[in-house]
């Protein structure tokens, strides 16, 4: 996930007037003001840092029963992660930082908001289409030893980054597809953010997914609360909303990919094979 400063911060720039925001009462500030009022974000404690990474480490691998798997989703997180620092920091955004939460995962945060929606798109997108990079070594692992154990690790990695791809709130697909909704029209996007949080809540609860669906369902109450509102910047044009569902559309399909490679390689490439594991794994129709 990718997040840029908290509302109440000082370099945080105001909604902008319209139907996403009210009018600034406070003369607006030049973003070079603004940032040279907010204090440095020194990024998580270095302790702290170490710490949730084994405690998020530890709970992945008590829920999965893999060390593979909690090495993968681990690795995978933080190059995730790092997709959207390299992003926001060539954006102009930076310098951005890497947090991990304890129980759920992680977030890069960056210092300043996005100059534009097509910067946000960008930066959304940059997470999950980097963290595929993470399946490499164990695919490499496996094509080596031949153990099937590592595509494990693969499917994690996979799994991690198409996940983040759900047009819900807070997750990266929600920050891409949002704007390319609000260009039709405001409440279409904000009817199928609240809709798709909604589904992906349920289906977190109805598969024992309790953390992950509280986490959600949090996000969710939070959007509700926020209202209607788009961030400040130039908003999409036409052709950027449609290079935004393209690269969307492409970093969905790599990330399906990379996800059903772990199925399909010991199944010999059999589809059917595969779709019936990957949905007794999922508890699809359970």
Known sequence: MSDTLPPNHPSRPAPPAGPWGSVPTTPAQSPEARVATAPEDKGQPL????????????FIWWISGSWVIAVA????????EYGHVLAMNRLGMGPARVYIIPFLGGLARGQRMPKSEWDGVLVSLAGPAF????????FALYFGTGQ?????????IGLINLVNLAPAPPLDGSKALGPVLARIHPMVEYAVMIAIGALVVWWGVSNGSFIFAAFLAIAL???????????EGRQLNWREAGYSVGL?????TACLAVT???FLIPTGGDVNGALDVVGRFLSIGR
């Open 221 to 231: 109450i939070g959007h509700l609360k926020r209202g209607q509102w788009r961030p």
């Open 131 to 138: 963290g595929l990079l993470a399946a490499l070594p164990f």
């Open 248 to 252: 969307f559309g492409a970093t969905a």
């Open 73 to 80: 989703a681990i690795i995978g997180l933080f190059v995730h």
């Open 148 to 156: 099937t154990m590592w595509l494990n690790g693969v499917f994690a």
């Open 47 to 58: 302790v702290w840092s170490v710490l949730s990474t084994l405690l998020l480490g530890g």
């Open 260 to 262: 059903g490679a772990a």
